[in-house]
């Protein structure tokens, strides 16, 4: 199998093309051919389906389309090609998970399967934004009082001593080893210093700061887990292989993310799920990977609770868990906010499509597609835990009737959508628990989904 530098030979070698022509010429046109060959179709009517053998064509087909198209370099304007062969013995080489985590807090994480009665691998938090290190420490602290927590994703500092962090600067330097700091400090002082980080460093956008952010005195350890990006879609550039190189030569733990549009360069649902499980190979193959974090983004509403969004995160569960042992994050971002029944609502369809159709891991579904800054609590966390766990076991039919009676609840809404309250609004800043209106919503809206249906705390 060609390992890292093999295929940086095929990036300054590989066939030169413009990105114009190797979107319009070769990927477009090879997905269009491709959802034909193998009659791979959307059907709105099935939001969370469970066709076996539908999810084995999509899995052949993405086989066949990175095989295609490769991953374009945007740093040489060249192709970074892969053949059929090299996929199908990467896929055979994958091991059985990886562990993350020290001392008490170590353990495997492994991939599942559709049906699986084993509850998934939980990675709580987000990297959204937080405005200063006390709000960023009281989220993780939250994140790390939920038992079932397997792993957590530290928030990014925009802001050091209120200077605005710019990509590549000092500021951001300090800026990346700050929020590694408040979050050890966090996991400390709920008990957990040894829960794992597997966001990388939401405030490193860099190679640089990766780099700064991973010394050993103050940064990650070799336990955690560095996420890097492949570009949407089918993309990689500098700044990704300048950390994936630092990452794969320290031996670190290599997470692959891809966030593929739904509504771009693949179209539609069809289209973005041929290309969301192409980027698991891509992540097995080029990047080395040993955990695999995803989700669809639709392009207009910006969130991952559509109806078309559900069935792309459905489809590709099932086809990658039956045909691979590569763990991989079900993620997922709302169009409402924290302390909205509507969030819940989105959150419990995504998880339900989520943990029924195979993922081994699920993450804190991101409110208001994480773009308001304090914009997430540790509540939301906990009730994607509690879903996640709801829906462990749960025949697929009766999940797919349970986000069908969902998406009547918010579909209509997703593009005037709530943005919810920031954390400051739902947690008392001294004492750091929930304030009263949000543990009554929470109480309520949690009340109706068991009447609905979702077996919490069973």
């Given at each position: 199998m060609p390992d890292f530098l093999d295929f940086m030979e095929r990036a300054v070698t590989g066939p030169i093309v413009s990105e114009h022509d190797f979107y319009m010429k070769t990927l477009?046109?090879?997905?269009?051919?491709?959802?034909?060959?193998?009659?791979?179709?959307?059907?709105?009517?099935?939001?969370?389906?469970?066709d076996d053998n539908l999810a084995d064509r999509l899995f052949e087909a993405a086989i066949e389309l990175l095989a295609a198209t490769g991953v374009y370099c945007d740093g040489t304007n060249r192709i970074i090609s892969m053949d059929r062969e090299e996929i199908k013995e990467a896929l055979e080489g994958l091991p059985e998970g990886r562990t993350f985590g020290e001392g008490s807090e170590r353990r495997l994480f492994v991939s599942r399967k559709p049906g699986d009665s084993r509850p998934p691998w939980c990675h709580v938090g987000t990297g959204i934004v937080?405005?200063?290190?006390?709000?960023?420490?009281?989220?993780?602290?939250?994140?790390?009082?939920i038992p079932e927590a397997n792993s957590i994703s530290i928030p990014a500092l925009n802001r050091v001593r209120g200077m605005p962090v710019i990509g590549g600067s000092p500021l951001e330097i300090h800026a990346t080893i700050n929020s590694v700091q408040a979050g050890r400090r966090a996991l400390w002082r709920c008990g957990r210093p040894g829960l794992p980080i597997l966001n990388l460093i939401s405030s490193a956008t860099t190679a640089v700061a990766t780099i700064a952010g991973t010394h050993p005195t103050f940064g990650l350890r070799p336990s955690d887990g560095w996420l890097i990006d492949v570009i949407a879609e089918m993309k990689v550039n500098f700044e990704t292989l300048n950390r994936l190189a630092f990452v794969l030569i320290t031996g670190g733990n290599v997470g692959s993310a891809a966030l593929p549009i739904l509504g771009g360069y693949g179209g539609g649902p069809a289209g973005t799920a041929l290309l969301m499980a192409?980027?698991?190979?891509?992540?097995?193959?080029?990047?080395?990977?040993?955990?695999?974090?995803?989700?669809?983004i639709h392009f207009n509403h910006g969130c991952s609770t559509t109806r078309g969004c559900l069935w792309v995160f459905s489809v590709v569960g099932r086809a990658t868990s039956r045909n691979t042992r590569f763990p991989a994050i079900g993620l997922g971002y709302s169009a409402a906010g924290p302390c909205t029944r509507m969030y819940f609502y989105e959150t419990a369809a995504v998880n339900l499509c989520c943990v029924t159709s195979g993922y081994g891991g699920v993450q804190t579904v991101h409110p208001a597609r994480a773009v308001i800054e304090d914009g997430v609590t540790p509540l939301e966390a906990l009730f994607n835990v509690e879903t996640a766990y709801a829906a462990t076991g749960m025949e697929p039919e009766r999940a797919n009737e349970l986000v069908d009676r969902l998406l009547e609840k918010y579909e209509k809404d997703i593009e005037n959508a709530p943005p919810g309250k920031r954390y400051q609004e739902c947690y008392d800043m001294g004492t750091k628990a929930p304030l009263e209106e949000y543990v009554r919503l929470y109480g309520e809206t949690k009340e109706e989904l068991a009447k609905m249906g979702i077996p919490f705390g069973r």
């Open positions: 477009i046109p090879s997905i269009r051919r491709l959802l034909d060959d193998f009659d791979i179709k959307y059907d709105p009517t099935s939001p969370l389906p469970w937080a405005s200063s290190e006390d709000i960023a420490t009281a989220e993780v602290e939250g994140y790390g009082r192409a980027y698991y190979l891509v992540g097995i193959l080029l990047f080395r990977a040993v955990y695999h974090l995803t989700g669809p």
